[in-house]
């Protein structure tokens, strides 16, 4: 059997600032129906503690920044990040954080990419999956990504509500998230960003959605997509990194394993939307997974991840 890390470092750990919860509340926004959590640094400190995670990056969960209004927008991406900042400044062994950008606004996104690399020296930038029904693969969003590319950037992508209803007593983490994630890494692919831009590195929430699953499917986009091949969309989607939260079960670990690319591999929480009862579980069945190559779990508990963040390394 194998045997818990006790450095783990957790690519996919949110923060709920007491500003960004009443502005949810005033726009009476959720996570895709999703109840939210209560949070503060303490008790993230005490679960991080429980769990072996010595390092938390933080990011804004589902709906995101934008409710809206661009300025509103780019005042709430500018709180939360700044908010971030300063625990990861205050506790750079314990925290980091992936910046929330205002998106759609991209003038405004581009903006907050300088402030947030350069004067907060964020680890990173956190996406959600679409931007008002637009995914990833927008051509609008190009200058986004070139931006990131340059900066050979780490981005955390997380699913959000799609575009159309939910089904009655389905909340969108339940069951729309796992292909919200899909959508728009395909959409990605199948538009170029994961080809053009080979610099950034891209984390797919969840084990990616149904991605590794079904990504040789997904090369039959090729005879749709011009400039495009089979093989070129598999290696493509091989770019991608992914991480367990809530994904490092019996049946989801084989096929995750089975498609990632090696040290593609991250470990994560989902905290606090996951509650720490659910998160031990799967962090349990992490551990005493039986099919890992040697070596596999220590990578997937940190040092995977201090190859994004080298900052951590050694830490």
């Known amino acids: 059997m194998s045997v818990s890390s006790p450095n783990r470092i957790d690519v996919h750990q949110h923060l709920i600032p007491p500003a960004y919860r009443e502005a949810m509340e005033r726009h009476n926004v959720t996570a895709a129906g999703w109840p939210t959590p209560a949070w503060d640094p303490e008790a993230a400190l005490g679960m991080m ?10 990011s804004i969960s589902s709906p995101g920044t934008h409710f809206g209004d661009d300025a509103e927008a780019r005042a709430v991406a500018r709180m939360v990040n700044e908010y971030a900042a300063e625990l990861a400044k205050d506790r750079p062994d314990r925290f980091g954080f992936f910046a929330s950008l205002p998106l759609p606004d991209v003038d405004g996104a581009l903006a907050e990419i300088a402030y947030a690399f350069d004067e907060l020296h964020a680890d990173g930038v956190v996406l959600m999956s679409n931007v008002q029904g637009r995914y990833l693969g927008d051509k609008d969003f190009e200058p986004l990504w070139a931006e990131l590319d340059a900066r050979a950037a780490v981005v955390h992508i997380h699913p959000t509500a799609p575009p159309m209803p939910m089904l009655e007593g389905m909340p969108g983490p339940l069951l729309d998230f796992c292909a919200e994630t899909t959508r728009t890494a395909v959409h990605m692919t199948l538009n170029g960003v994961m080809g053009r831009h080979t610099r950034t590195k891209v984390v797919l929430s969840h084990g990616g959605g149904f991605l590794p699953y079904a990504a040789w499917r997904f090369t039959g986009g090729a005879q749709f997509n011009p400039g495009t091949t089979p093989m070129g969309i598999l290696a493509d989607l091989q770019r991608f990194y992914f991480d367990t939260a809530l994904t490092s079960t019996p049946s989801a670990l084989p096929s995750l394993l089975a498609f990632a690319a090696p040290g593609h591999i991250l470990y994560g929480s ?39 963040f080298p900052r951590l390394a050694g830490a």
């Open 270 to 308: 989902d905290f606090p939307f996951a509650p720490e009862e659910s998160g031990t579980f799967v962090d349990a069945l992490l551990d005493g997974y039986e099919g890992f190559a040697p070596g596999q779990l220590d990578a997937i508990n940190r040092a995977s991840a201090e190859a994004l």
């Open 49 to 58: 503690d429980r769990r072996s995670i010595a390092t938390g990056i933080l």
